[in-house]
């Protein structure tokens, strides 16, 4: 999946964009991670400051998991020498992006990660924007991730939380799926008999919605895409990275914010 031509005279730039999923079984949940690719490089495709900076991006497809084409092999096809930036397609840190994605990373040259989504403020907004149809009835308010069992992506999670019940007025407990504790389902058990609202910060279908589904909240809300908003995230990470590595050399700005 390539990106336009920079409309000026200067020598275009090409940086190849590694959009990196975890990858699922579920079709649904590949469907809403494909529509995602196609939106990142859609409203990429738009944007004047990296026109003007002569920055092509070419859109590359990979996995740290689950699915195919794995994220390594992606690395090896491209040209060498080439500019390569790896957009983990995951909502915190763990060891998708400590290990497998940095340990890529490190091998080739001219190649730099962007970081997941994390406690984004335009994240905590999308989040809160699910919530506010359900709050008037729901006595508890859980908002339930993935998990991993790395301290700093545990941290981004209950920076998000924090977020959210500011924006909400209201407590926000974290519970997570798997490779932390609480887990969703426990906390969901011990408050049998009030409404509990579960958040769902999964990117998309898969496993895990199906098992927040079986908990017996009183609600719980859709994963995170399908979502512009949700691709504007990502884009605000994106360049975020081009900038750390001086590929662009001023701001790009998310529009439509």
Aim: hydrophobic share 45%; proline share 7%.
């Amino acid at each position: 999946m390539t990106g336009p031509q920079p409309g000026s005279d200067q020598p275009v730039r090409p940086v190849h964009v590694l959009a990196a999923s975890h990858g699922t079984d579920n079709p649904h949940g590949q469907e809403q991670i494909n529509r995602l690719r196609q939106q990142l490089a859609e409203q990429a495709a738009g944007h004047r400051a990296l026109r003007d900076q002569g920055v092509e991006l070419i859109w590359h497809e990979a996995y740290v998991d689950v699915q195919h084409p794995q994220l390594p092999e992606v690395l090896k096809s491209l040209p060498e020498g080439e500019a390569a930036l790896v957009l983990p397609l995951l909502v915190a840190d763990g060891v998708h992006t400590t290990e497998d994605i940095a340990g890529a990373v490190a091998g080739r040259a001219n190649t730099v990660a962007a970081a997941p989504l994390g406690a984004l403020p335009a994240l905590a907004a999308v989040l809160a924007n699910r919530a506010e149809p359900h709050l008037h009835g729901a006595t508890t308010v859980v908002l339930a991730a993935a998990g991993t069992r790395l301290p700093a992506g545990q941290q981004q999670i209950r920076d998000l939380a924090g977020q959210l019940s500011q924006r909400l007025g209201r407590d926000v407990q974290v519970g997570y799926c798997a490779g932390a504790e609480p887990r969703v389902p426990a906390l969901v058990q011990g408050q049998a008999g009030q409404r509990t609202l579960v958040l769902s910060a999964l990117l998309a279908e898969g496993f895990f919605q199906d098992k927040l589904r079986s908990t017996g909240a009183w609600q719980v809300t859709t994963p995170l895409l399908p979502d512009v908003m949700i691709a504007q995230c990502f884009l605000e990470r994106l360049f975020q990275a081009l900038e750390e590595a001086a590929w662009v050399t001023k701001k790009v700005e998310v529009e439509g914010r």
